[in-house]
């Protein structure tokens, strides 16, 4: 029942996440919706990657050659690394929005459609 | 001739060569604008050859293992791993060769058109190092055996598109298309990575042919195989899904847009590939094939509709994606739909799945082409409007040539190749459902009349006085435009030989389950 919570936490945040996305107006508020749901995606990852008792795999002094194999947290890492990128590109799209319409509220970002 | 150095390592080459002139583009254009043309058309020459002779090489002595980390390919599995494939593996197969060569074919055709259509534009380091980017994305993505490997290299590509979707900032007007972009496709590469996690969970393995290998098909392969083709399906521009198309399409630079419509297609081939080899057999082909059909035909009938009325000429070329990418949906669905069915797929399946991947080597070429024109129309006369032009076919010869060639191809109108790849998809898809045959040769009418309409708009008339000093478009620009038009003529004069050596390869590697496991897992 324990080992559940961290799955339970990636589906609240999952939920608040895609909430935040569908029914913010504020751009960074959005933004912040999606960085919300990368760390979701991230927990759900490491959280697979757990095992009771397992240790990390190094060598030099190790217990035991049991191991645990490192490839969840190496694609947390990855994503993580992605996901600055992601923030980054999205934050510089805002500053140009903000420069040329002097909104950051969706509903008034609509010149495309004119 | 051809060192075996290269050849045996082109997979690797294909990715770090453009990788690695990406990031040193920036430094060769402080020296000077002109050897910077000069850098970044030869590193995308470069990548073409290496990625042609690799996929020649796939063509002619079969699917290609390139193990990164080992020396051999024999090395897929360590020994001490427990039989399980822990390296990242590129797995090439006649599937992945076909998106090899249009990917090459036109990167390097809108790299020859962008040195002199971007000439007058400020920030052109960032232009060529993110567009050296997008093609090692979508060469990674089509050739990766990895599935985690291939989340990064959609990653790649997306922040690439996103970045030069904005890259001409026009009022702000383009970095709102490309935050519509970024933000869908940053939410469907997490939905990516989530299945990605389950397979992981469920299977231990990230490797797409071990992955296939243990499909079950249980309740949470179904979650993940959900989460993927509605992120693809989005990604590749499919109809309820397909908002940001025109958007992006259209505020994009044109040789952009036209490298767009191959990463869509690359997105395509992903769900193709996760479709087919993934779970082949183990999903409900039936259900799925006619999800697959279903997003098809609405594509098809809604991106047609939508395209019609359009005032801005990229716009309608956007929407006439969205309807053409309808026709490689529909093709590979109806092959899906009739999957683990021998004889029905003897009878027409293959000629559909056939048909449908034909296609995508078709709209690539004829797609590219018209976007590139409309981009040529554009440097010359500063205006997308349809209705403010007229009359240019006086002074722009070349591209209305070229116009004309693409127009007549989309249309599906011989000798063109989108009139071979459209023939296989209406046998084969009526003798499945009457009806879907039906409704695409609609859509084929509707497609030109609405190319009629733009044709006589844009050249016809007579020469209106505002555009009277109009001149041809420069010479890189046609060159490019040249090679694209060569292939549409090419491919619709000679389809048997193309299918024959390209098509067929490709349509039965993807059906072909079991060889793409044990090329990486052995006999098994």
């Known amino acids: 029942m324990f080992w559940n919570l961290p799955l339970i936490a990636v589906v609240v945040l999952t939920i608040i996440a895609l909430a935040i996305i569908v029914f913010k107006k504020n751009l960074i508020k959005v933004f912040l919706g999606i960085v919300i749901l990368e760390s979701a995606v991230n927990l759900f990852l490491i959280s697979l990657g757990y095992r009771e008792g397992g240790i990390a795999p190094i060598y030099t002094n190790a217990p035991s050659t049991a191991m645990v194999l490192p490839t969840p947290q190496a694609l947390t890492l990855t994503s993580i690394v992605i996901g600055v990128a992601t923030s980054a590109l999205l934050l510089s799209f805002a500053i140009i929005i903000w420069k040329k319409y002097g909104t950051i509220d969706i509903d008034r970002i609509r010149r495309l459609k004119e | ?524």
């Open chain 2, 1 to 524: 001739m051809i060192p075996s150095f290269i050849v045996e390592n082109s997979p690797a080459l294909m990715v770090i060569v453009p990788l690695v002139a990406a990031f040193i583009t920036p430094f060769i254009g402080r020296i000077s604008s002109g050897i910077r043309s000069l850098w970044v058309g030869g590193a995308m020459a470069v990548t073409s050859a290496i990625t042609l002779i690799l996929a020649f090489d796939v063509y002619s002595a079969g699917t290609r293992l390139y193990v990164f980390g080992a020396r051999a390919a024999s090395a897929a599995i360590p020994p001490d791993s427990g039989g399980i494939p822990i390296r990242i593996i590129f797995e090439v197969d006649p599937m992945s060769a076909l998106m090899l060569v249009i990917t090459a074919v036109s990167g390097f055709a809108i790299v020859l058109y962008s040195l002199s259509s971007e000439r007058s534009h400020t920030g052109l380091e960032s232009y060529y190092t993110l567009y050296l980017l997008m093609i090692t994305g979508i060469l990674g993505m089509v050739s990766t055996g990895d599935i985690f490997n291939f989340f990064v290299f959609l990653e790649i590509l997306s922040l690439a598109s996103a970045g030069l979707i904005a890259y001409r900032i026009d009022g702000g007007v383009a970095v709102e298309a490309a935050l519509k972009y970024f933000v869908l496709s940053t939410i469907g590469a997490l939905a990516i990575l989530v299945a990605i996690g389950i397979y992981y969970g469920e299977y231990n393995a990230l490797n797409m042919a071990m992955i296939a290998a243990r499909m079950q098909f249980s309740l949470l392969d179904q979650v993940a195989l959900v989460l993927i083709i509605a992120a693809l399906a989005m990604k590749c521009g499919a109809v309820p899904m397909h908002f940001w198309t025109p958007d992006a399409y259209s505020m994009a630079p044109s040789s952009i847009t036209a490298l767009l419509v191959v990463a869509s297609q690359a997105s395509l081939y992903g769900l193709f590939r996760t479709v087919f080899s993934l779970y082949n057999v183990t999903l409900n082909a039936v259900t799925v094939g006619w999800l697959i059909i279903i997003l098809g035909v609405l594509s098809m009938v809604v991106g047609v509709t939508m395209a019609i009325p359009q005032k801005n000429v990229k716009r309608l070329m956007a929407y006439h994606a969205v309807s053409q990418t309808g026709y490689m949906l529909l093709g590979v669905g109806v092959g899906l739909a009739v999957l683990g069915n021998q004889s029905l797929l003897d009878a027409f399946g293959y000629m559909a799945m056939e048909g449908g991947i034909f296609h995508i080597i078709n709209h690539a070429m004829y797609k590219g082409l018209l976007f590139l024109t409309a981009g040529a129309i554009f440097l010359r006369i500063g205006t997308y409007n349809l209705n403010r032009m007229g009359g240019l076919g006086h002074s722009m010869k070349w591209t209305m040539v070229f116009f004309v060639i693409g127009a007549l191809a989309i249309a599906g109108i011989p000798p063109f190749n989108g009139f071979a790849s459209k023939l296989m998809i209406y046998e084969s898809v009526f003798v499945f459902n009457p009806l879907l045959a039906v409704i695409a040769m609609v859509v084929s009418i509707l497609t030109l009349a609405s190319f009629v309409k733009v044709f006589h708009s844009i050249f016809m008339g007579p020469k209106l006085p505002e555009f009277a000093d109009v001149k041809e478009a420069p010479m890189p620009m046609l060159l490019g435009m040249g090679i694209l038009a060569l292939v549409v003529v090419l491919f619709g004069l000679f389809p048997g030989i193309v299918v024959e050596s390209l098509i067929t390869p490709a349509a039965h590697a993807l059906v072909d389950q079991g060889a793409y496991i044990s090329a990486v897992l052995g006999g098994a």
